[in-house]
Nanobody
Framework: QVQLVESGGGLVQPGESLRLSCAATGFTFSNYVMRWYRQALGKERELVALITPTGDITTYSDSVKGRFTISRDNAKNTVYLQMNSLSPEDTAVYYC?????????WGQGTQVTVSS
């Protein structure tokens, strides 16, 4: 049974940093692309970043490029999202996603709030 559990969200001030984690179980994590999405209140869910199975390729949305870094530790079955220079526009629920055997699996999400 595939499970994804995000953690690391919280309330921070503009300019501060957070690191999100997503722990995966139930599939061979090291074989799959992992993605981070976010959904702000009243907006559609958007892809923030993805990372290939070996971590050699990462891509980012324009809104976070240069500020966020996705990484993974295949020994720990965990994907991370390091978020720097946070702004109020980054306030959202952040989700990780895996596509396994043709189905999408999502975590429960972790709230990130950026406010002074």
């Amino acid at each position: 049974q595939v499970q994804l559990v995000e953690s690391g969200g919280g309330l921070v001030q503009p300019g501060e940093s957070l690191r999100l984690s997503c722990a995966a179980t139930g599939f061979t994590f090291s074989n799959y692309v992992m993605r981070w999405y976010r959904q702000a209140l009243g907006k559609e869910r958007e892809l923030v970043a993805l990372i290939t199975p070996t971590g050699d390729i990462t891509t980012y949305s324009d809104s976070v490029k240069g500020r966020f870094t996705i990484s993974r530790d295949n020994a720990k079955n965990t994907v991370y999202l390091q978020m720097n220079s946070l702004s109020p526009e980054d306030t959202a629920v952040y989700y990780c996603k895996a596509r396994y055997q043709g189905s999408d699996y999502w975590g429960q999400g972790t709230q990130v709030t950026v406010s002074s």
